[in-house]
């Protein structure tokens, strides 16, 4: 008997059958964070799960406007294939697309039957293998920002914000969101059951933020790449355009994207607090933080990973553009929330909502870990308002310095791996040469009638 006829996919099949849903979509994330899918009927659920859906590996190397960048493994290959096979422990019911069910799928390499080497699950996969190692179960909580916008032809880009209402930071309701989608989306995102807690409008008109329950690390990149796949297609049925991207609009702030990380024990109890320690943190917690500064320039590689996104930085956007720590302070690079005991934690508020959720969790666990393997304290915590360059070093402004400092970190390469590295390297350096050739409205603006 095949493995496709044993009973665990028979039981999904029955179970999916009785609830009205007849296909599965099968869906993982690109190099990116993009979603890529496709739909199986359940009577071929079987044999999707016996011999996997055949994808172009180049779909790892395909840039948003549908170019094939040469990346090692793909055109030089003859654009081979990756293997998809559904993973059926994340089944969910799609709420606004009946008779729809989806889960996620395990990317492998059918030549060496090894997971595919850019595949974002399986890195953050092996980064968490490499935590417990050590003894450290890593805990992550995400807050996702985005902007919702209206069409508008007449206007480029075709997009305008849903609303332009100032003020209405931290609220609900209609005062910010006169049509409601809010709450329409925080109820379907609850029935998709991705553990989403709560949402409020956020500091700048059309921006929302909504959070998600902390969780295992693999758990939480799992629901956060879902949630930014589930928030984009809800705005489309609607005609609406839902964006992560970093900054999208001149003149308002950008979204970011925050994590919330602790570490628990084999026990479940969390290893950041020691109510003797320094600030009521342990020495883990402490080498954790003093990881990530360590390795922040090639993180923001990751954490920032557009060209867009060094335009979110600057003086008063509570964006983070210097490398520096705080208690319970927005204006540090790493934030140590009030709360101590089982809440003990660090949020990390370099990320912007563009990051790949795998990604950005992938690489700020490695550079904590390699915080806590060399075991070096952090420099004293920012006090007061922060962004004072003689006090703290800087980010990297631009992708390419970002890119640079993540290909000089041989540390943090050495935990992502050199496959993936190198992957991800050709693919961004490509974007920037991409944009350096483009010619913008700013440039036509400034230049044309007066040259």
Same mark, same amino acid.
């Given at each position: 008997?095949?493995?496709?006829?044993?009973?665990?996919?028979?039981?999904?099949?029955?179970?999916?059958?009785?609830?009205?849903?007849?296909?599965?979509?099968?869906?993982?994330?690109?190099?990116?964070?993009?979603?890529?899918?496709?739909?199986?009927?359940?009577?071929?659920?079987?044999?999707?799960?016996?011999?996997?859906?055949?994808?172009?590996?180049?779909?790892?190397?395909?840039?948003?406007?549908?170019?094939?960048?040469?990346?090692?493994?793909?055109?030089?290959?003859?654009?081979?294939?990756?293997?998809?096979?559904?993973?059926?422990?994340?089944?969910?019911?799609?709420?606004?697309?009946?008779?729809?069910?989806?889960?996620?799928?395990?990317?492998?390499?059918?030549?060496?039957?090894?997971?595919?080497?850019?595949?974002?699950?399986?890195?953050?996969?092996?980064?968490?293998?490499?935590?417990?190692?050590?003894?450290?179960?890593?805990?992550?909580?995400?807050?996702?920002?985005?902007?919702?916008?209206?069409?508008?032809?007449?206007?480029?880009?075709?997009?305008?914000?849903?609303?332009?209402?100032?003020?209405?930071?931290?609220?609900?309701?209609?005062?910010?969101?006169?049509?409601?989608?809010?709450?329409?989306?925080?109820?379907?995102?609850?029935?998709?059951?991705?553990?989403?807690?709560?949402?409020?409008?956020?500091?700048?008109?059309?921006?929302?933020?909504?959070?998600?329950?902390?969780?295992?690390?693999?758990?939480?990149?799992?629901?956060?790449?879902?949630?930014?796949?589930?928030?984009?297609?809800?705005?489309?049925?609607?005609?609406?355009?839902?964006?992560?991207?970093?900054?999208?609009?001149?003149?308002?702030?950008?979204?970011?994207?925050?994590?919330?990380?602790?570490?628990?024990?084999?026990?479940?109890?969390?290893?950041?607090?020691?109510?003797?320690?320094?600030?009521?943190?342990?020495?883990?917690?402490?080498?954790?933080?003093?990881?990530?500064?360590?390795?922040?320039?090639?993180?923001?590689?990751?954490?920032?990973?557009?060209?867009?996104?060094?335009?979110?930085?600057?003086?008063?956007?509570?964006?983070?553009?210097?490398?520096?720590?705080?208690?319970?302070?927005?204006?540090?690079?790493?934030?140590?929330?009030?709360?101590?005991?089982?809440?003990?934690?660090?949020?990390?508020?370099?990320?912007?909502?563009?990051?790949?959720?795998?990604?950005?969790?992938?690489?700020?666990?490695?550079?904590?870990?390699?915080?806590?393997? /060399?075991? !070096?304290?952090?420099? #004293?915590?920012? +006090?007061?308002? @922060?962004? =004072?360059? *003689?006090? $703290?070093? &800087?980010?990297?402004?631009?992708?390419?310095?970002?890119?640079? /400092?993540? !290909?000089?970190?041989? #540390?943090?390469? +050495?935990?992502? @791996?050199? =496959?993936? *590295?190198? $992957?991800? &390297?050709?693919?961004?350096?490509?974007?920037?040469?991409?944009?350096?050739?483009?010619?913008?409205?700013?440039?036509?603006?400034?230049?044309?009638?007066?040259?």
């Amino acid at each position: 008997m095949s493995a496709s006829e044993t009973s665990p996919v028979r039981h999904h099949m029955k179970r999916l059958a009785s609830e009205g849903i007849d296909v599965v979509r099968v869906t993982y994330p690109d190099l990116i964070g993009t979603d890529r899918a496709r739909d199986v009927l359940l009577d071929h659920l079987p044999a999707a799960c016996d011999h996997g859906l055949a994808f172009c590996r180049a779909v790892y190397h395909t840039t948003p406007q549908g170019d094939v960048v040469d990346v090692s493994g793909g055109l030089d290959a003859g654009l081979p294939d990756i293997c998809v096979r559904p993973d059926l422990s994340t089944l969910t019911a799609l709420p606004w697309e009946p008779g729809v069910a989806s889960c996620l799928g395990d990317v492998t390499d059918p030549a060496t039957g090894l997971p595919a080497p850019e595949s974002p699950r399986d890195l953050l996969r092996a980064v968490v293998d490499r935590c417990a190692e050590h003894g450290l179960r890593p805990v992550v909580g995400p807050e996702l920002e985005y902007f919702l916008c209206d069409a508008d032809p007449g206007t480029p880009p075709g997009w305008r914000r849903y609303s332009d209402a100032e003020g209405v930071v931290y609220t609900a309701g209609l005062r910010a969101d006169g049509d409601n989608h809010l709450l329409r989306t925080l109820r379907l995102l609850r029935d998709l059951d991705i553990g989403v807690s709560n949402g409020n409008h956020e500091f700048d008109g059309s921006q929302f933020e909504i959070n998600l329950t902390h969780s295992d690390a693999m758990d939480a990149a799992d629901r956060s790449f879902r949630f930014k796949a589930a928030v984009k297609e809800l705005a489309r049925r609607e005609g609406r355009l839902a964006t992560f991207m970093a900054k999208p609009f001149n003149g308002v702030g950008g979204s970011g994207f925050h994590l919330h990380m602790s570490c628990v024990d084999a026990e479940g109890r969390n290893v950041f607090d020691d109510p003797s320690a320094p600030h009521g943190l342990s020495a883990t917690a402490r080498h954790a933080a003093a990881g990530i500064l360590a390795h922040a320039p090639a993180l923001t590689a990751l954490a920032n990973p557009t060209v867009n996104s060094y335009k979110r930085f600057g003086p008063d956007t509570l964006a983070p553009w210097l490398i520096d720590w705080g208690m319970d302070n927005r204006s540090a690079m790493v934030r140590v929330p009030p709360e101590r005991g089982a809440g003990s934690r660090l949020e990390l508020r370099l990320g912007d909502a563009s990051a790949n959720p795998y990604l950005l969790i992938a690489g700020t666990l490695a550079a904590a870990l390699l915080g806590v393997l /060399a075991g !070096e304290e952090p420099p #004293a915590p920012l +006090e007061g308002y @922060g962004y =004072d360059t *003689t006090k $703290s070093a &800087l980010l990297p402004s631009a992708l390419p310095a970002a890119l640079d /400092a993540l !290909e000089a970190d041989t #540390a943090l390469t +050495e935990i992502l @791996g050199k =496959d993936f *590295t190198t $992957s991800y &390297l050709s693919y961004k350096r490509d974007e920037v040469a991409r944009f350096h050739r483009h010619v913008t409205d700013w440039e036509f603006t400034e230049y044309a009638y007066h040259l």
